[in-house]
Every structure is written in C-alpha cells, then in structure tokens.
C-alpha cells in the first residue's frame, strides 16, 4: 500500500489534487482482459463501469489491429487513404438512411461541438434545448448545457433546459404530453425573446439523467416538435451508441430518426475517436462553411481501431449477448428489489442499468450516501460499478458488452451479499 | 489511378467533398518510415510537412511501447496508473519552473478551451488578445481566435486581436515597440469597454502568421504588458514545442516565461494527446472550479506513446539534430535567395522553415499561387511541402525532426531544380 500512497501523491503534485479519482481508497490498475482488471497486488476485479472498452479489456483483435497500423503508417487526413473511408463507410451502414455522411475527431466534446455548429449553421438558429441534468463535454460551448436549471434567467440565453423525462418520479398521469408540453414551451420562449431556433441535443437514453424509463413516444413526439418549430434533433449517441442497449443505436430503442447523432467513448476502443454523421447535405454545408480539420482524427489509427471495434461487435454475437446477458440481469435485479426498501427503481436497458438508491420507496428521497457505500463496497468484493444519475444515487452498471451470464451470477452474489451485510 | 479516383469518389461520399485535402492530385498513402511515406504505387516521397510523426513515421521505439500498452491496459483516468504520471513528471521536468502541473487533454483544441478557462478563471476577466493571423483550434470558443481582424468591431469583443510581428513588411524604424504599442492600445480598449482583461494567447514562434523573424525582446516586454495589466500569457506550444526549434520550447527562443503552456502534435506521435502546463496554483484553481475529466486523456495509452516519444527525443541526439540541419538548411536556401525574385524572404529556426513566395521583392507582393505550384512542382519530385502563413504564400517546411543533412541535400537539389524549371 506504499507504493498506492507515494503515487497518489506524485499524482496529486503533477495532475493536481483535483483531478478525480474514483474510490475513497483509489485503484491502482497495471491490466486489463476481457471484463476484468487487475491492480498492482495481482488483485482481480470485474468491470462493470467502462464503455470505452466495450469490447472488452485488450481484446487481442483489437490490440493486433492497432499494433498494426502504428508499425505501418498513421498520418493526418489529407492525404487519401483506404481505412478511414472503409470505416465511415461501415459506420454509416449501421445508421437510418438519412445519416448519410461522418466527420471524425478525438472526443466526444469535439463532436458535440461540430453538431452544435452544423444544427445553428443549417438553421440560421442559435437556440438550442438540451435536458436539465444533461452532460454532454467539457468544452465552453458544450459545457454550457450541463445541468442547467430549467429557469430561463436571461432573455438572450442561447442554451435552455427542459426537465428530462423523470417517469419514477413523476406524479400524474400523462407524464409524455406532460415533458413534451414543457419542450414546447421552452421553444415558445425562444420565439418570445427573439433567439431563432436551432435544435434540441439530447442523449438518446438520457443517461447521465439516469436512464429513465422514457415513455414509448417521448423522444419520436419531441422531434415531430423540434421540426415544426424548424429546428433539428441531435442524438448524443456517445453513451448510448455502438449496441450498449443491444441495438445498435439508442435512438433505435427510442423510435426517433435523429437529424445529426454524435459518436464516441467505445467506438475506439480507448483509441480517442468520436464523430458526428448526418445527411450529406448537412455535412457539406458545415464543411463548406468552416473548412473543418482535426489533426489526429480521421487518422489511420483510429480507422484500425474503429475497424478492429465493428469486426469485434459483428463476428462474436455481441448484440445478441447484450440483449440476453441483460435482460436476464435486469430481471434477476428486479426479483431482488421488493425486499429492500433501497432499491427504489430497477431499471435499464441491454448492457445500462440503474438503481435509484433510496432511503424511502414511498417518497422515493434519493440517498446518495447509501449508492456510495453500495459502490466502495462492491468494489471490496471485486466488482467495479459506480453512481451517477440527476441525484447521483442511482448504482450505475454498465460493463463491457462481453460481460456474460456467468459474470452476472457472481456479481448478483456479492450484491446479494452487501445488501444483507449493509442493511440485512 | 482508378484506385485513386474511385478511392477519392468514396471519400468525397462518406466524409464529404469539403473534407480538405493536399495537391491538386491527392496522394494516396500506405506506408510510413522515418521521414519517408510511401504511396500505393509504391513511390517514395521524403515528408518535409508532418510534425505529429515528429520522431519519424513508425519509430519502431514508439511502435512497441504503444503496442505494448494496448495489449495490458488502456482506461480513463480515475484510478492511479504509473505511466501517466511518470509522462507529466517527464513533461514538466522540460518546462521552465513555473509549469509544474498538467493537465491531458486529446487535441490541442482542448488543450487551448482548458487554457483559455483557466486564465479567465484565474484574472476573473473574460478579454482575451491574441493577433491577427492566429489558428489555435476548431471549437466555437478557440475558434473565435481564428484569423480576426484588429479592427474592434463591437465593445463586448472579449476576443480582440493585435497584428502578428510581421518585421518582413515592416516599414519604419523600430517594429517591438510598434507592435508592443498595438497591444498596449488594445488592452486599453478592453478597459475602456470594461471587458476584464484575463490574458494574451500565441504561438511562441507565430507559426500560423508565417513564422516571423519577431524582434528579439518583443514576446517578453509583451508579457511584461500583459503581467501589468493583470493579464496572464499563454504560450501554444502545440507546434513550436518539443524540439521543432532546437529548443525543447518555442517560448525558449523567445525569451519569455509564460504562465500558461498548451502542447500538442508532436508529443504523441498520433496518438491523440494534447495538454496544458501551469503554476500548481492555477492548476488546482480550475480543477478544483470545473472538476474537469476527459474520457479519453491521461489514458495509459496516452502516457505510452507520450514517453516512448521523449525517449526517442531524449536517446537519439534529437536536439543538437535539429540544431544542426535547420541551420545549414536555412544557409543554404538562404544561399539560393538572391538568384531567384521569388524568394522574398527565407526564415526559420530549427525544422521550421518559411520562404516567402513574392512577385517581386521590393513590393513583397505576396504569390500565392506561384507557392502552390512549388509545393505540386515538388510532390511531383518527391518532396513533400505545403504553403501558410498569413498571405498564404509562405512556403511551409517542417520535416520530422530526424531529418538528416542527406535528406536536405536531397530536397535543395529537387528544389534547386524546380526554381529553374519554373523560373529558370
């Protein structure tokens, strides 16, 4: 444990005390395989927190594919070059037929960037409505839809929230019309105050919300909405996307045709790639205007990289294994939960579930204190999960898409056994 | 050349035809090898343009550690890993002891967004300057530095710029304290507009303007400006870094001590890695504001290919390299100037050199298109240049930095020959 400390501390000083870990005692990883991690004491923990690495921890076609191109070339894109046009062709195979044309970068921020752009470009808008505990990057123009209160306190605000829609905690009747009431006063109120409209960009799942149960024809209605009042839809897909919900897109799972969607966190397997695709029309209108170039993307790496992560998901029955290894865990969970009163929802959608942790199931009072201790605790037992969610209390369980049924079975253990320790 | 076309076809489709690309007849690139790339038809052309590959194309050193590292572990950055602050510790012990914190970042995009918060953070100003031919970046807020004018076309302008030291086109006696006198006047509009001042942001060698012979105490009486009026300075290293000078830092050239550093291209030799240098204080104070991650940065991956590339630099006499065929490069086209009208200017330092392509050498009247057809004159003999600068006309040379002098006496006798082709 020595060692943990002094390298906890050299991090402290050279990233800064502020640069987040997880865990009250950090993790010290040396490898990574499959849906385990391993740390510096030769200790085994199942990862059932990271995207990135979807396909799994150092898959070998992945590492082979990468370790390839780095030995052979990886340059900027201007010049032709074969991978990068094979993979945003494949990309775009796997998308509705209006999503016709790719511009890759490094991030996920710098993809919602671009959308941003191209949605105000293609609009002559600067409105844009994302939801009220949305988090979509870290740049200025990104950052500035995070979490935002849904009260407009400046007429010339270019960024307005409405509510997510919060169906656990919702008391009525018809929360859609409910949510999609308020989408369209919000737009209204762009009207009112003369800020052209632009479009809306939510996560098709609304995860960082804390993936709710979204009523059937939320987000299809949204659109319908956001194109009479001549604005576009953008699906942040960077959760979502790449068969984390056992489709391949979580707008799929929604019933929507996004104008733009953005793409990023798995699709490069830890190689940074991101990317945003839309019709042909939209993408040449942007490049026109801007003359768009990233250095690092559209590269030959992370076209091996990307190539690498489809042939992965396409050739190994993923798709089907995240829709059965899921659903199964979502129901074994939800067997679960009538006997604790903590487990105030259970819910979820192929590889992505939540639990609300409460302290109440009737006033449903969120406790973010008790989701932490479910998270250090599990971690002690070697599963890795997290807590996320508009109040942060909700269990976040999002493994690798390689999880199988066997990891699920020793992770419901030692859930089943925390829950008795902590609260039994 | 069908394979070209139909490649170039598929492009246009799925990346978009604005998707830029160099020459008039792209180049379609399969192989790379320390400073030579090869095409698909197998023809070599030595690269005198890419600084990301800055160690070479495929630097088997580098090739391994990135190979290495993605077949044992690639995550994000909340837990501790060794390599990673082991690379900051690295990066740091290069820079000047006021930069003593990182944080990583995948493009220098990102890097200059962190920058550009963390000044305003810090001086709680909001205006920036930076001048008047810049490029630091493609989000909507880095972006807004781009190519401005320094005419103040509104008083709630928080970027303004000031124009670039151009000492080619100078005309008068003493361009430092006309240039110095610029900034100073447009420091003074920001007061009188009341936009808080929060700092200056350049590239330490003005590389996008056209790499300019800056009067040598021009950059540090700048920061003495910039210091007096609470303002903080930020040097962009993502070009000027990382020995392209001979310097491990543009700033070093300069003479100045800035408070803020962003790095990039170079430092991951394609993998995408980027980053922000300061005093801890500054670091801990934007962290500690923003509780800023970035998914893909300050990766194991990241860290790999980051020390495998100051291994390189540090084992292969990179340095006094650089030094010594950047000079005699410089000498010798410098030789070349007085037959040729063209040649209005021949500048540079380190692997970086500029050539200003002029009409004539007593106007200075920039030729951009005689530039372009050196730079397709010379992919034609193999020799692979491109053109910037703020006229555009400024032949851009900037081989990896393991060019050698064998290399150079090469491309002057290609050179040599297309000035007698063209001009002779």
Partial sequence: MGDITELHGRRNKILGAGSPLFYSKPLHLV???????????????TDMYNNVASVGHCHPHVVEAISRQVATLNVHSRYLHEGIVEYAERLMGRHHDGIECAILTCSGTE?????????RQATNGRGIICTNAAYHGNSAAVRALTRLSTEVISKTAEVRAVSFPDTYRFVGDDPCSYYLEELDQTIQSFRRDNVPFAGMLVCSIFANEGLPNVPKEYLSKAAEIVHAAGGLLICDEVQSGLCRTGKWWGYQDMGVLPDI???GKPIGAGVPLAGVAAS???VEKFRSETRYFNTFAASPLQAAAGNAVLDVIEN?????????????????LQEIQPQFEQMGDVRGVGLFIGIEWVLDQTTKEPDVEGAMKMVEALKEKGFLISHAGAHRNMLKIRPPLVFQHT????FLEAFNETLRELYG
């Fill in 261 to 263: 969607v953005t793409m």
């Fill in 280 to 282: 042909g029309e939209l």
């Fill in 111 to 119: 993809a919602n960037e671009v959308a941003l752009l191209m949605a």
């Fill in 316 to 332: 190994e029955g993923i798709q089907s294994s995240v829709l059965a290894v899921g659903e199964k865990l979502l129901c074994d």
């Fill in 407 to 410: 990891d699920s079975a020793a």
């Fill in 31 to 45: 490898r990574g395989e499959g849906v385990s991690l391993f740390d510096a004491e030769g200790r085994r923990y």
